[in-house]
Nanobody, 117 residues
Framework: QVQLVESGGALVQPGGSLRLSCVAS????????MDWYRQAPGKEREFVAT???????TYSDSVSGRFTCSRDNSKPAMYLQMSRLQPEDTAIYYC???????????WGQGTQVTVSS
């Protein structure tokens, strides 16, 4: 009933910036908080950031101060502005929503971010 589509991933040099987006469609009334996760090869999926329906944000220690999450409630859509990227940020970045009422977990297909010189 809800679909998430990420975009914006690319190959960038260390120190560079990227802006990721996640657009929700379907029954978006079920979309409240939205989250970013990432998974690098050989590592477990890890939390990156979350943003509430009214815009309050929380970040993991590894990205705090470098990444900024925002949203547009007219869609809704979520964005992740990534700055001062490091090779350790290389991962597939996923958008996630735990649907209101149903508590179903919905994931996007992911977008690849590669940080390399």
């Amino acid at each position: 009933q809800v679909q998430l589509v990420e975009s914006g991933g690319a190959l960038v040099q260390p120190g560079g910036s990227l802006r990721l987006s996640c657009v929700a469609s379907g029954n978006t009334a079920l979309v409240k908080n939205m989250d970013w996760y990432r998974q690098a090869p050989g590592k477990e999926r890890e939390f990156v950031a979350t943003i509430t329906a009214r815009g309050a944000t929380t970040y993991s220690d590894s990205v705090s101060g470098r990444f900024t999450c925002s949203r547009d409630n007219s869609k809704p859509a979520m964005y992740l502005q990534m700055s001062r990227l490091q090779p350790e940020d290389t991962a597939i970045y996923y958008c996630h929503v735990k649907l209101f009422i149903t508590a179903d977990d919905v994931w996007g297909q992911g977008t690849q971010v590669t940080v390399s010189s």
